[in-house]
């Protein structure tokens, strides 16, 4: 079966720092992985994605995750935090032999200017 | 371009009353998905639909069905409400194994 965890309900960051929000999955064979952010009373909005490829992946926003298959890892990154990125961030996997989306329980981010 | 349409925004419904969500999409995606949305519990996968013709259980498909009406369009059904049935209702479809696009939601109230 497959599964995703957010551990970290919020992460707090200032405005101009890096921020991380972490995510890590279990799946059988190989994950395909998603960022996606929801904004205070909206669907959700596909950031980036992981198939194959570069470890490193580039998305909207500026934002980049980084795969990392030893540590089942797929955390979520931006070099410099807005204020305008305060929101709430789902990581979702699928495994390659399922078309089951799963989603964790999100990480609330708070950018403080 | 519409993407994921899904009807209606908002609906209250008194326990023990059905009723259906529609969800619509105009990308011609072959998956789509119902999930629900509750404080602190993320998404949470109802059913999926892999193509026209097939559905199958998510993580949390007790007093729910669903139809996939045709490739544009994947209905769920409530039978009988309950209070435990109030959240925000998500529909979303995606191109085989890609990224999955989402409605703007439902909110259910059962009371």
């Known amino acids: 079966a497959q599964s995703v965890a957010q551990p970290e309900d919020q992460v707090n960051v200032a405005e101009g720092n890096p921020l991380t929000v972490k995510c890590t999955y279990s799946?059988?064979?190989?994950?395909?992985l998603f960022w996606y952010v929801q904004y205070p009373n909206r669907g959700l909005q596909f950031l980036l994605k992981?198939?194959?490829?570069?470890?490193l992946v580039k998305g909207s926003y500026g934002f980049e995750a980084e795969f990392n298959k030893s540590q089942t890892s797929f955390h979520l990154k931006k070099p410099s935090a807005l204020v305008s990125d305060s929101a709430l961030y789902f990581c979702?996997?699928?495994?390659?032999?399922?078309?089951?989306?799963?989603f964790g329980s999100g990480t609330r981010l708070l950018v403080r200017p | 371009n519409a993407g994921v349409t899904q009807t209606p925004k908002f609906q209250v419904l008194k326990t023990g009353q059905s009723m259906t969500l529609q969800c619509a999409q105009d990308?011609?995606?072959?998956?789509m998905y119902w999930y629900r949305q509750d404080p602190g519990m993320g998404l949470r996968l109802i059913y999926y639909?892999?193509?026209?013709?097939?559905?199958d259980k998510g993580e949390v498909p007790n007093g729910y069905n669903v139809s996939r009406l045709n490739k544009r369009e994947f209905s769920l059904r409530l039978e009988s409400a309950a209070p435990s049935q109030t959240s925000v209702y998500f529909c979303?479809?995606?191109?085989?194994?890609?990224?999955?696009?989402f409605g703007q939601g439902t909110r259910l109230t059962v009371v």
């Open positions: 979303a479809s995606s191109l085989n194994r890609g990224e999955a696009f």
């Open positions: 799946v059988s064979g190989n994950p395909y």
């Open positions: 992981y198939i194959t490829g570069d470890n």
């Open positions: 979702a996997v699928r495994d390659d032999s399922s078309y089951k989306l799963i």
């Open positions: 990308m011609n995606h072959n998956s």
């Open positions: 639909s892999a193509s026209e013709g097939t559905t």
